[in-house]
C-alpha cells in the first residue's frame, strides 16, 4: 500500500524511491482547487463524498495529479492502494487479483474487513478508460461493499457514464472535476520548476496552451540545449509525435484520421462539413465518434478540439504531407466559401470567421485576430437608442468635432450604422458604412473625410450608374478604440462581408488614426494605402486604405486570399510587391463599344484578343484559363436570354443570323428568315440593345445578381 515501505525493498531502493518522489512534488505546480477538494475530503470526519472523478484528454496531468494525491495522503499517514487500467485484464477477476497485489490481501471476500483497520483508506484507479467493461459492475456490485470511509478516486480521459448521475444513491456521492490545461501563471512556475529561462515563456505558452505534457515535453526539449525547438516546438518532430500519441491511440480507419485532421483544421466541425470534405466513411457515424473523443468539446455552432491537440494534428499532417494538407484545405475552404456567398443574419457572421479562421498561421494576421474569441459578440443595425453610446465613443476617442460629424450621418445615413453587442447587450463597438455615392455637396462640406474619399474616387475611377462606394467611418471599439481586440474582430467581419455581398459595389475606403499600426493586415487583404484621401479633424490626420472591387472583383479577391491563407512566411514587403490588379474599369460608353465589337468579332477568336472586355470584371468573373473563350460563352448566353423575353424569339434570330451563325450579309440573313429589311434592322436593333444592358448589369453586379 502507498504511504508504506515495503520490508522487501533493500534500503537503497527505498531510498530511491523517496527522491523520485521529491522529485516529481518539485515540479508539481498548480491544481489548487483540485488539491483543496481531495485534502478537504481526506480530514472531514466523514467524507462529503465516496467518489472523486477526474476526467481530461491524455497529457493533461491526470496521472501526475493522483502521484500528488497520493503524497497527501501518506503525509497524513492515511494508506491508499492504486490500479491502472492498462496494467490489468478488463475483467472482475482481474480486477481483484490486481486490487490483491496492490494491498497484500490475495482473498477478495477478506477485503472489506481487512480496510475496517484504518480510519481512512484511498483507492485510485488511474486510465479508467480501460476499464470501461468494468464500470456497471464497479459502481452496481464492487464499490457499494466497501466501508464508508473509503474514498475512491478515478481518472479516466471520459466524462462518468449517464448511470452514474442517473442513480439517485451514486449521484450524491460522487464528485465529477473535469481537468483542463494549467493556467498561464501556474505554466509559467512550472517553466521556472524545470529551470527553463523566463525569455521563453511568450513562445512556450503560445504552443502548449498550458498542457502539461506539452510543457514537460519543450522544457526537456530546452535541457538539451536546443532553443530552436523552444521558439518553434511545434516543428519538433519527436515532440509531435509523443502528443500525437497521446491524443490519438488507435483511430479506427483512414477516413476517421481524416476526419480528424478537418476537425483541426477548421474553427468548428459539423455533419455537413465532414460529409463535404470527407473523401470516404459514413458523415454521420464518424461525427458521432468525433464527438465522443475525450479532446473534442462541442459548443452550439458545432465541435472543436482542445486548442493543442488542434494544433499537434494539424502541424502533423503539414508536415507529414503537404500535399493532402493543401487538398484538404481547398476542400473545406469550398464549403465554407459557399456557405459565406448564401447565409445570412447570424449564419453569415459564423460563416466569415470559419472563413478567417483559416487565415490563422499567416504572420501578418496572427496578430490582429483574437482567434479562440471569435463569434462572443454579435452584429446587429443600431437604433436610435443606441445613438448616445455610440457618440459618447467617438467624442472620447476623436474628439468634439469628430462627434459632430457623427451626429450629422445618424440623421442623414442612420442605417449605415451598426453596432456589436457582448453577451449583456451593451454596445462594445459600432462602425458606419456610408453610401459614398449618395453624398452631397453639403455632407462633403461638413465632413472632410467624406470629401477627401469621393474626390478620390473621382480622380482614379469614378463610381458608374448603378456602382456603390462604401466609405467605413468611425470604426471602433469602446474600449481599445481600433486596436486589435475581440470587438474589432467584429468590426472586421461586418465590413468583409459587405465588401462580399454588396452589389455593384465599386470603392471601399477604410480609415485609421494610425495607418502603420494596420499596414500589416492591410497590405495582405490587398488594400493599398489612399494618401491621397488622407484628411485632418481637430488636428489629428486619419489615413486612408483603398480598395477598387472592379480592378479585383470579389471573386477574384477570394483566390488571391486563398493563396495567401497557406504561406506561413509572407512579408508586408512581399505582398506590398504584387502586381496590381489586371482588370480594367471601363465606362458605360466603353464598355457598349466593346460588347458591340465583341458581337461583330464573335467568329473571330483573334480580333476578339485585343476586346477591352477579355481585362473586364464580367469576363474575370465567368472564370476559366481562355478569356476569349470565356467571353465567347458569355455572348452565346447573353443571346439566349433573349428568347425568355416577351416577343424574344424575334430578337433572338435577328442576332443569331447575324452575328453567332451569320449569313453573309445583313439582307441575306433578312432574306433567310423571311422579314423585310426594315423589321429585321428593327429585330436586330433591339435585340443588341438588350444583350448590352444585359451584360452591363452583370459588370456592375455580377453573375448572381445581375438585373436584367
Not at 475496517?116 to 457499494?144: C, I, K, N, Q
Not at 466501508?147 to 449517464?162: E, F, S
Not at 453610401?435 to 463610381?463: I, K, M, N, S
Amino acid at each position: 500500500m502507498d504511504g508504506q515501505r515495503d520490508p522487501r525493498l533493500p534500503a537503497q531502493a527505498a531510498r530511491i524511491a523517496e527522491r523520485l518522489a521529491a522529485a516529481r512534488g518539485q515540479r508539481f505546480v498548480g491544481r489548487r482547487s483540485e488539491i483543496e477538494l481531495f485534502r478537504a475530503a481526506l480530514t472531514a470526519p466523514e467524507p462529503p463524498f465516496a467518489l472523486l472523478f477526474l476526467y481530461g484528454p491524455g497529457g493533461v496531468g491526470k496521472t501526475t495529479l493522483l502521484d500528488a494525491y497520493a503524497r497527501l495522503a501518506a503525509e497524513d499517514g492515511i494508506p491508499s492502494a492504486r490500479i491502472d487500467g492498462r496494467a490489468i485484464e478488463p475483467s472482475p477477476s482481474g480486477f481483484l487479483l490486481a486490487l490483491g497485489l496492490a494491498t497484500g490481501i490475495t482473498d477478495p471476500t477478506a477485503l472489506p474487513g481487512a480496510l475496517d483497520g484504518h480510519s481512512r483508506f484511498v483507492l485510485f484507479l488511474d486510465t479508467y478508460e480501460r476499464m470501461a467493461p468494468l464500470d456497471a459492475w464497479l459502481r452496481d456490485t464492487f464499490l457499494p461493499q466497501l466501508p464508508a470511509h473509503v474514498l475512491v478516486v478515478i481518472a479516466g480521459r471520459n466524462p462518468p457514464a449517464p448511470a452514474w448521475r442517473a442513480d439517485p444513491g451514486w449521484g450524491e456521492l460522487v464528485r465529477v472535476v473535469p481537468l483542463r490545461n494549467l493556467r498561464p501563471d501556474e505554466s509559467r512556475a512550472y517553466l521556472r520548476a524545470r529551470a527553463v529561462p523566463e525569455h521563453h515563456d511568450p513562445a512556450v505558452l503560445a504552443f502548449t496552451h498550458g498542457h502539461p505534457l506539452a510543457l514537460s515535453l519543450v522544457a526537456d526539449v530546452l535541457a538539451q540545449g536546443d532553443t530552436t525547438g523552444a521558439t518553434r516546438p511545434i516543428d519538433d518532430p519527436d515532440v509531435v509525435r509523443v502528443l500525437l500519441e497521446r491524443f490519438v491511440e488507435g483511430t479506427p480507419s483512414r477516413a476517421h484520421r481524416q476526419a480528424l485532421e478537418i476537425c483541426a483544421h477548421v474553427r468548428v466541425t459539423t455533419e455537413a462539413l465532414l460529409a463535404e470534405a470527407l473523401t470516404e466513411g459514413n458523415p454521420s457515424d464518424i461525427f458521432a465518434w468525433l464527438r465522443g473523443l475525450s479532446f473534442i468539446e462541442q459548443g452550439p455552432e458545432g465541435i472543436y478540439p482542445h486548442d493543442l491537440a488542434r494544433d499537434v494534428l494539424d502541424a502533423d499532417l503539414r508536415w507529414r504531407n503537404p500535399d493532402d494538407y493543401r487538398e484538404l484545405h481547398r476542400r473545406v475552404r469550398g464549403y465554407i466559401v459557399r456557405r459565406l456567398q448564401q447565409a445570412r443574419g447570424i449564419e453569415l457572421q459564423r460563416a466569415f470567421f470559419d472563413l478567417l479562421y483559416l487565415h490563422r498561421h499567416s504572420p501578418l494576421m496572427q496578430p490582429y485576430v483574437q482567434w479562440t474569441a471569435l463569434g462572443t459578440a454579435y452584429a446587429e443595425p443600431a437604433t436610435a437608442a443606441d445613438s448616445s453610446a455610440m457618440l459618447d465613443m467617438v467624442r472620447r476617442h476623436e474628439g468634439e468635432d469628430a462627434a459632430a460629424i457623427a451626429r450629422h450621418w445618424l440623421a442623414r445615413q442612420p442605417g449605415a450604422f451598426t453596432v456589436f453587442r457582448g453577451a449583456g447587450g451593451d454596445v462594445l463597438g459600432f462602425v458606419a458604412s456610408l453610401a459614398l455615392q449618395e453624398t452631397t455637396e453639403e455632407d462633403q462640406a461638413l465632413d472632410p473625410g467624406v470629401r477627401a474619399a469621393w474626390d478620390f474616387a473621382q480622380r482614379y475611377g469614378p463610381a458608374r450608374p448603378g456602382e456603390v462606394m462604401l466609405l467605413h467611418r468611425f470604426a471602433m471599439a469602446r474600449d481599445t478604440y481600433q486596436l486589435a481586440s475581440g470587438t474589432f474582430d467584429m468590426v472586421v467581419m461586418h465590413t468583409t462581408t459587405q465588401w462580399l455581398t454588396t452589389p455593384g459595389l465599386a470603392w471601399t475606403f477604410v480609415i485609421f488614426a494610425d495607418a502603420e499600426y494596420w499596414r500589416p493586415v492591410m497590405s495582405y487583404i490587398n488594400f493599398r494605402r489612399a494618401t491621397d484621401a488622407d484628411f485632418t479633424v481637430e488636428d489629428c490626420t486619419y489615413q486612408v486604405f483603398a480598395h477598387d472591387w472592379r480592378a479585383e472583383p470579389p471573386l477574384a479577391w477570394l483566390d488571391l486570399m486563398a493563396e495567401r491563407e497557406l504561406a506561413s512566411d509572407l512579408t508586408v514587403e512581399q505582398v506590398e510587391a504584387a502586381p496590381p490588379p489586371p482588370l480594367i474599369v471601363l465606362s458605360q460608353p466603353e464598355f457598349e463599344q466593346a460588347v458591340r465589337q465583341a458581337l461583330r468579332a464573335y467568329t473571330q477568336p483573334e480580333a476578339l484578343e485585343h476586346n477591352p472586355l477579355l481585362r473586364s470584371r464580367l469576363v474575370a468573373e465567368h472564370g476559366g484559363d481562355d478569356p476569349v473563350a470565356a467571353l465567347q460563352a458569355l455572348i452565346r448566353d447573353a443571346v439566349q436570354r433573349l428568347r425568355a423575353l416577351p416577343r424574344g424569339e424575334r430578337l433572338y434570330r435577328a442576332v443569331q443570323r447575324t452575328y453567332i451563325v451569320p449569313a453573309a450579309t445583313q439582307e441575306a440573313a433578312a432574306e433567310a428568315l423571311g422579314l423585310p429589311f426594315s423589321t429585321f434592322r428593327y429585330h436586330l436593333t433591339t435585340g443588341v440593345d438588350r444583350i448590352v444592358d444585359y451584360l452591363w448589369q452583370r459588370e456592375l453586379y455580377g453573375a448572381s445578381d445581375s438585373r436584367e
